[in-house]
């Protein structure tokens, strides 16, 4: 199961969708939650790694892209607003 699990519609696809999932490597509870979180992970079946360097993220300038396929760059730029969504649920 992944905190993280979003489609998008890919028509470049074969199936036309594109699944991201993502996990942190610890757990998201309110009372011991402290960066740096690894979230890791598949982005069109190729693997992810995301390091996430500060509480509460804000930009793309807070996550450092360990391994992310050159291919979804442009979903990139969604990164902290998914994992922003993963930390309010956790409040």
């Not at 993280?4 to 969708?17: C, E, L, M, Q, V």
């Not at 992810?48 to 300038?61: F, G, K």
Request: proline share 9%.
């Amino acid at each position: 199961m992944y905190t993280i699990s979003k489609t998008f519609i890919d028509y470049s696809r074969t199936n036309g969708k594109l699944n991201i999932n993502l996990s942190p490597d610890k757990p998201l509870h309110p009372s011991t939650f402290t960066a740096p979180i690894t979230w890791t992970g598949f982005i069109g079946g190729q693997p992810v790694i995301i390091i996430q360097n500060v509480s509460d993220p804000l930009s793309l300038d807070d996550f450092e892209f360990v391994e992310y396929p050159e291919k979804y760059e442009d979903y990139k730029g969604y990164v902290p607003e998914w994992i922003d969504e993963a930390l309010r649920i956790m409040d």
